[in-house]
């Protein structure tokens, strides 16, 4: 029903930024709350931000919070990831989410949420 599309990855040097950003289709973009989560080789995936479905509540991973921002624009079905400050240890493929819901919640736990992005490549040189 929903398709989800990540963008934005690269490489970056330490203390470096970027911005990731995914674009939804197929689905009432506004009904979703969307999350963005991360998974390096050998670990298992990682919680790193949330949103609900209007942008009015946002939660973060302790490790990224202060240096991360999660945002959306309703207008242009998309969600994004402002990412400063990078660090090597953020080196992931990082994936966008989308949680159907009918309130104002948000969920931190990746098997709450129903469609799930291809993925983009992040990494932080030293």
């Known amino acids: 029903q929903v398709q989800l599309v990540e963008s934005g990855g690269g490489l970056v040097q330490a203390g470096g930024s970027l911005r990731l950003s995914c674009a939804a289709s197929g689905g009432t973009f506004s009904n979703y709350a969307m999350g963005w989560f991360r998974q390096a080789p050998g670990k298992e995936r990682e919680f790193v931000a949330a949103?609900?479905?209007?942008?009015?509540?946002?939660y973060y991973a302790d490790s990224v919070k202060g240096r991360f921002t999660i945002s959306r624009d309703n207008g242009k079905n998309t969600v994004y990831v402002q990412m400063n400050s990078l660090k090597p240890e953020d080196t992931a493929a990082y994936y966008c989410?989308?949680?159907?819901?009918?309130?104002?919640?948000?969920?931190?736990?990746?098997?709450?949420?129903?469609?799930w992005g291809q993925g983009t490549q992040l990494t932080v040189s030293s």
């Open positions: 949103i609900n479905r209007s942008g009015g509540t946002t």
């Open positions: 989410a989308a949680e159907r819901r009918t309130g104002w919640g948000v969920s931190r736990r990746s098997n709450e949420y129903d469609y």
